[in-house]
């Protein structure tokens, strides 16, 4: 486990991460789904999740993007 992130935080590694694949804000559960994009921030659909700019924030809470946690696929 990397220090200072929770197991299953991104935590800025995009090794960890495809480009379809969901992530969920640790703070708010807000998940960012590159399927659809951002609308807060007038992102896309079909933008990955590493490809969103340095500056980019949950669109809930305003949680930095290295906190966000990786989903699971179904």
Request: glycine content about 14%; aromatic content about 14%.
């Amino acid at each position: 486990m990397s220090e200072g992130f929770f197991g299953g935080s991104y935590g800025g590694d995009n090794g960890k991460i495809g480009p379809a694949t969901r992530l969920e804000c640790k703070i708010c559960w807000h998940v960012y789904d590159p399927a659809k994009g951002d609308d807060y921030w007038q992102i896309p659909p079909g933008t990955p999740f590493a490809s969103l700019p340095d500056h980019w924030s949950c669109p809930e809470c305003d949680a930095h993007k290295d906190g966000f946690m990786v989903l699971e696929d179904a």
